[in-house]
Nanobody, 125 residues
Framework: QAQLVESGGGSVQSGGSLRLSCAAS????????MSWFRQAPGKEREGVSC????????YYADSVKGRFTISRDSDKKTVYLRMNSLKPEDTAVYYC??????????????????WGQGTRVNVSA
């Protein structure tokens, strides 16, 4: 059974850093593009970043570009999201998700097969 488990969330002050992890099991990670989404209170879920299964290309939302870095370790079957220079507006529940496409239109949440349960990030001013 496919499963994604996020970890690494927590509370930090503005300007701080966190690294989120997403451990995959029950499917072959290399065949899937992996994305991070987030959902802030009262807002829609938004795509934050994607790493392609094809060539490892990475994509970022404008709001996080230059601050967040997505990566994957196939041996550990884990995808990471390194978040630097965090801002209060980054506060949200962060989810990882897997799909068998590339990263084009990665923010379309309906195209994903597997989702994690989410990990909460709170950034205080």
């Amino acid at each position: 059974q496919a499963q994604l488990v996020e970890s690494g969330g927590g509370s930090v002050q503005s300007g701080g850093s966190l690294r989120l992890s997403c451990a995959a099991s029950g499917f072959t990670l290399n065949y899937y593009s992996m994305s991070w989404f987030r959902q802030a209170p009262g807002k829609e879920r938004e795509g934050v970043s994607c790493i392609s299964s094809n060539d490892g290309s990475t994509y970022y939302a404008d709001s996080v570009k230059g601050r967040f870095t997505i990566s994957r370790d196939s041996d550990k079957k884990t995808v990471y999201l390194r978040m630097n220079s965090l801002k209060p507006e980054d506060t949200a529940v962060y989810y990882c998700a897997a799909r068998q496409w590339g990263c084009n239109y990665y923010s379309d949440s309906t195209t994903y097969l597997h989702w994690g349960q989410g990990t909460r990030v709170n950034v205080s001013a």
